[in-house]
């Protein structure tokens, strides 16, 4: 048994030695396997929902082991975050992404992620600049996803990163939306341009008329505020037309497309809808 925290003691879990052996494991190997080209970035359609075509495409890391197979973000984004490799990490996909949008036509915009962790630490806005730069991207259509974790402290510092992002001509996204603790007058202060509401609510929206209140005063919050609404975790048609009817502007999900190669996104760029 192991001492915890002053909370009292806890049998050893040979389940939790496993994922921290594995998370180790990772951790060794994540710096080796950037270098050696085992990161690289699927893109995600954003469509919009009046007229079926394609608007976006979300930038989503995946990185391929040569042993270990194909390992998720959800695994390796919270280890980036803890050792600060999550900074190189966006250094590369920032640069990779721009450079994929300006083989697709000028409609269509790339989104990238944006931990907590990259946003407070690191060089971000110097980051982003230099991807800007060194591809050309106009930079409204690089769309940055952040999210509501960010501001559970309501920092100078914070305001000021934002607006710097904002001064840098990009487009600001807040992601997983109505799942974090920010108070709506709090949205209404930040410099945002879209809001996306999380893929939980699109989920239960067809069996749960309580997700479906949720979806639409979301809908009518981010109008009244002047944000483009985006849903994401799209898989049917009948959600497509309960988020059309709603007058939601975008969605993205399965519906529309998994994640796919940068190429893909510049063949279904011609395609008239993807409805
Ligand atoms: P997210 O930003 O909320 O991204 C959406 C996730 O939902 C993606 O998972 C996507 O593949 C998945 N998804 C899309 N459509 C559907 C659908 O119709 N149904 C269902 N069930 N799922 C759908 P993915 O690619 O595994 O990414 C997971 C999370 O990892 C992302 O959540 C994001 O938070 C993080 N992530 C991914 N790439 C990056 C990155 O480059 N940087 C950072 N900081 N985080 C990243
Ligand atoms: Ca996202
Ligand atoms: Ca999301
Ligand atoms: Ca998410």
């Known amino acids: 048994a192991k001492r915890v925290g002053g909370s009292g003691w806890r049998a050893y879990d040979p389940s939790s030695a496993l994922r921290r052996a594995r998370s180790r494991l990772l951790e060794a190997e994540m710096r080796g396997a950037l270098e050696q080209g085992q990161f690289f970035l699927l893109y995600q359609p954003q469509v919009a929902l009046k007229s079926g075509r394609l608007v976006g495409a979300e930038a989503l890391l995946r990185w391929q082991h040569p042993t270990l197979g194909m390992i998720s973000p959800a695994e390796f984004i919270g280890i980036a975050e803890t050792n ?23 409609h269509v915009s790339v989104a990238v992620n944006i931990s907590p962790v990259q946003f407070l630490r690191g060089d971000l806005l110097a980051d982003l600049r230099a991807a800007l730069a060194v591809s050309g991207l106009a930079p409204h259509r690089l769309h940055v ?16 990163k934002l607006n710097a992002l904002r001064d840098l001509g990009v487009t600001i996204a807040l992601d997983d939306f109505g799942t974090g603790y920010s108070s709506l007058s709090y949205i209404s202060s930040l410099p945002l341009d879209k809001l996306k509401i999380d893929q939980s609510f699109i989920r ?19 109008h009244g505020l002047g944000l483009t609404l985006v849903c994401e975790g799209v898989e049917n048609a009948l959600q497509c037309e309960m988020l059309t009817a709603l007058r939601c502007e975008e969605g993205q ?23």
């Not at 996803?145 to 000021?160: C, D, Q």
Request: net charge negative.
């Open 204 to 222: 239960d929206m067809v069996s749960d008329p309580a997700a479906q209140t949720i979806v639409q005063s979301i809908t009518t919050l981010a």
């Open 84 to 106: 600060g490799f999550i900074c190189d990490l966006g250094q590369f996909m920032f640069k990779e992404a721009c450079k994929a949008a300006t083989s697709w036509p000028a």
């Open 253 to 275: 999900g399965y519906f529309f497309g998994r994640p796919q190669p940068a190429r893909q996104i510049l063949a279904l760029s011609a395609a008239h809808s993807l409805l």
């Open 145 to 160: 996803e952040i999210t509501e974790s960010m501001f559970l402290e309501k920092s100078e510092e914070l305001f000021e």
